[in-house]
């Protein structure tokens, strides 16, 4: 069983930035997946970013087209986290942001194919 917290969140105005933070504890296999996903109130939870996680013999990440150039996922497999750095923020990046984790060595973008998920920190982006 793996278990994920989330931090980092916090409300900024548009074009700052914010780093979030998934720490992972638990047993997990040795080459997993580790994503983040947001929804916003009345929306449904969507894919932001995802990344190979632990001993890969390769690491890549995916994106949603929505944040690419904007956002950077990347690990430090020694604190066992992994980061989603969010630059030029704007008010529709707005929503809860949730950690989750699979043991698929594939990087998906399906909300179903993930395991393990953390309770979501909430981003805030005023105009």
């Known amino acids: 069983q793996v278990q994920l917290a989330e931090s980092g969140g916090g409300l900024v105005q548009a074009g700052d930035s914010l780093r979030l933070s998934c720490v992972a504890s638990?047993?997990?296999?040795?080459?997993?997946?580790m994503g983040w996903f947001r929804q916003a109130p009345g929306k449904e939870r969507v894919f932001v970013a995802a990344?190979?996680?632990?001993?890969?013999?390769?690491?890549?990440?995916d994106y949603a087209d929505s944040v690419k150039g904007r956002f950077t996922i990347y690990r430090n497999n020694a604190k066992n986290t992994v980061y989603l750095q969010m630059n030029s923020l704007k008010p529709e990046d707005t929503a809860v942001y949730y950690c989750a984790g699979t043991q698929r060595r594939t990087i998906t973008q399906y909300r179903s194919d993930y395991d393990y998920w953390g309770q979501g920190t909430q981003v805030t982006v005023s105009s």
């Open positions: 638990g047993r997990a296999a040795s080459c997993n997946t």
């Open positions: 990344t190979r996680w632990g001993s890969c013999s390769t690491y890549y990440s």
